[in-house]
């Protein structure tokens, strides 16, 4: 047990790929896929469970960005002090005890089946005065401090001494986010560096490119993806993938839901293929356990991800496992790998394309060829 037994060491995480190594010379890279969810709170809907399936029945490793203040209850919401904002005030709902129970049993169960727990912080204030996009770093820092206390210590909090520890210790665990409305980003990033975070998912308006670091952290942001019937790509989220078919309500017409579920999957089975049959650029993508316009972005993620698995050099994986296999390669093949432009396959294929920058043979940070 860690503290007040909210959380607890119990060994080394299961359910891990083998440990990464560099590319081989002239190997082709991986597809990196990167399936992750906003929020992650069980509030009844069953999805948290749906997609913890269809991982398990897939293979796929899949990160959780959880809001802190879903371990929370609205009981003792004075606790949380949002910067520039009131005591207590979050423009997401506090979980009933109900989901809260529900949400620290799928938490448990996603980081036991080898996925990731990062954060979506805590009150998700996206407008106005109180907006995370004009938090300094400091304002992160505190922010991110009561995220990890009210992981850290629910059990103090809801008064519960029945219910299991979550089974990780969330200071080590913890390597990265995705901030509200990927909002803040640049003073984030200082804060993030400080607490020795490996990378953040925050920025928005990624292109489909091999991904670099700021300040010191792999900047993983959403992709641009095509999106089919329109000459524009559409950002790698649900939530913008409705904001350009419904706009600005979740409850469109029903009978427009067919098409617009296809169109959706349809994107971001584009976005896969572009990268997979060119570049091999990793693909990110971001949703929010919803059901929004009847759920159809819901089965489009599905469909999408039954589409993607069993390919070969397909990985389905967490934001975390993928910055193992990162920091793993050698800078100097990484760099080669970020000259390729979005859609462009490596001109002569990869050997000829490694061999072209000296870089085939190379040696690894391990002393491995790379």
């Known amino acids: 047990m860690i503290g007040d037994g909210s959380t607890a060491d119990t060994g080394k995480q299961p359910n891990q790929p083998d440990k990464p190594i ?18 992650a709170g069980e509030v009844g809907n069953g999805l948290f469970p749906r997609f913890l399936e269809l991982a398990r029945n897939h293979g796929a490793g899949m990160t959780f960005f959880l809001s802190g203040l879903y371990l929370l209850p609205e009981s ?8 520039n904002n009131p005591v207590g005030a979050s423009d997401i709902g506090y979980l009933s005890d109900a989901h809260l129970k529900e949400t620290l049993k799928y938490t448990r169960q996603a980081w036991s089946e080898g996925h990731e727990i990062g954060t979506h912080f805590n009150g998700h204030f996206c407008g106005g005065s109180g907006s995370v996009a004009n938090w300094t770093p400091a304002q992160w820092n505190s922010e991110i401090d009561q995220a990890v206390s009210f992981v850290t210590e629910w059990r103090t909090n809801t008064g519960w001494t029945d219910e299991e520890p979550l089974p990780f210790d969330y200071h080590r665990e913890l390597v990265g986010g995705r901030t509200p409305c990927l909002l803040g980003q640049d003073n984030l990033l200082p804060a993030a560096k400080e607490r020795g975070w490996r990378y953040d998912a925050s920025s928005p308006g990624g292109r489909q490119m091999w991904p670099e670091k700021r300040h010191g952290v792999w900047d993983l942001p959403l992709q641009g993806i095509p999106f089919p019937g329109h000459s524009f790509d559409v950002l790698s989220m649900d939530y913008n993938i409705l904001a350009n078919q ?11 839901y067919p098409a617009w579920r296809a169109q959706a999957t349809a994107s971001y089975l584009a976005g896969f293929k572009r990268a997979y049959e060119t570049n091999r650029a990793p693909f990110y993508i971001g949703n929010h356990f919803e059901e929004w316009n ?27 496992q993928f910055v193992d296999w990162l920091d793993v390669q050698d800078p100097r093949v990484l760099d080669r790998l970020r000259s390729l432009e979005v859609g462009q396959a490596p001109p002569g294929g990869w050997n000829a394309f490694f061999k072209a920058s000296g870089t085939a043979g190379v040696k690894g940070p391990s002393g491995a060829p790379s």
Not at 22 to 39: A, H, K, M, R
Not at 246 to 256: D, L
Request: hydrophobic residues 30%; charged residues 25%.
């Open 294 to 320: 009847g759920g159809i972005y819901m089965d489009a993620v599905e469909e999408a991800l039954k589409g993607m698995a069993g390919k070969q050099d397909v990985r389905l994986v967490s934001f975390r």
């Open 246 to 256: 419904s706009k600005n309500t979740t409850k469109g017409m029903p009978s427009r």
């Open 22 to 39: 560099p590319l081989e010379p002239g190997e082709t890279p991986p597809q990196f896929v990167i399936f992750s969810w906003d929020g």
């Open 76 to 83: 003792k919401k004075r606790l949380y002090q949002p910067p």
